[in-house]
């Protein structure tokens, strides 16, 4: 094992420049597949959150609080359909009290509205983004309703954003790698044809295929290890620098703190890729070239 790694760490050392083009390819492969990660990971917590929030609101006459009775009907209509997630009454004094909140750095809008003019609301959230217009359609034909605001096109676009992003990270990435996998087994090639007078030598002495192998294949694996390892490095570094932006133009939807195991399966993810991309690029250019 010892002679296999003072192999590999001599032909590195011949070529320095072929090992720093392997690891710069398969770094930018890396690089992009761990910031698409991190969009996919924060996407999908978006979505959640939206579909997890009022998808339906109902607006009834303003100033006048709906009765328990009322109340109790509409939700009873609402549950009937198996399909209600959640539901929220939200009267003209709490109303008032989101207003407020939301104003509270503007003392003349403060003084233009009270509870009397505020009309209370009901909100709610589907099992499945199907079913809102199902239960709109229930609370559009409740008495006192004034209003009803929808936010079905709002899921439904940022679901086909996340979903072309999708499509594009994966056609990027799938691009690099074959890129990456096609520029370390050109790397690997030029080294054996390098060694060629030496590999032909070991073949005659009767040196097994694996034998001549190994220094390449630990090689390969070294590049992809290296790579796995900048590149996350390099990503994390950006995204924590860019978080008080992305804190700042989410406003209050909870994209953090990330969990620690997140940043750990990414991490170990990238490592078993990264050696096995190499290992797998360089046995490639080995059987074919040594062949």
């Known amino acids: 094992m010892f002679t296999i790694l003072k192999t590999t760490f001599i032909q590195i050392r011949r070529t320095p420049y072929q090992a720093l083009a392997a690891v710069m390819a398969l770094t930018l492969t890396f690089l992009a597949a761990t910031i698409f990660t991190f969009i996919f990971f924060g996407s999908q917590k978006i979505l959640k959150y939206f ?44 109303a008032e009290k989101i207003y407020k909140e939301k104003n509270k750095n503007d003392p003349l809008l403060l003084e233009l509205v009270d509870y009397k003019i505020l009309p209370p609301s009901i909100e709610i959230s589907a099992t499945q983004i199907e079913a ?17 605001v929808f936010y079905e096109d709002v899921i439904n676009t940022l679901s086909l954003w996340i979903n072309n992003l999708r499509l594009v990270g994966l056609i990027l990435i799938s691009y690099l790698t074959i890129q990456s996998i096609l520029i370390l087994v050109l790397i690997v090639s030029l080294k054996i044809l390098i060694r060629k007078e030496e590999i032909e030598i070991l073949q005659l002495l009767g040196a097994s295929f694996w034998f001549i192998a190994k220094p390449f294949l630990l090689e390969g694996m070294l590049y992809g290890l290296i790579a796995a390892l900048m590149s996350f490095v390099i990503a994390t570094s950006l995204l924590l620098y860019t978080t008080p932006i992305i804190l700042n133009w989410l406003g209050e939807i909870p994209l953090f703190p990330i969990p620690f195991f997140f940043f750990l399966a990414v991490l170990l993810g990238e ?14 250019g080995v059987y074919r070239f040594i062949k």
């Open 51 to 94: 579909e997890s929030a009022p998808q339906v609101i109902a607006f009834f006459e303003k100033g006048e609080d709906l009765k328990e009775a009322e109340i109790a009907d509409i939700k009873n209509n609402l549950e009937a359909t198996g399909k209600l997630a959640s539901f929220k009454y939200v009267s003209t004094r709490e």
């Open 271 to 284: 490592i078993i890729l990264g050696g096995t991309l190499g290992i797998l690029a360089s046995l490639l």
């Open 132 to 148: 809102l217009a199902g239960l709109k359609e229930i609370l559009e034909k409740q008495p006192k309703v004034t209003d009803v």
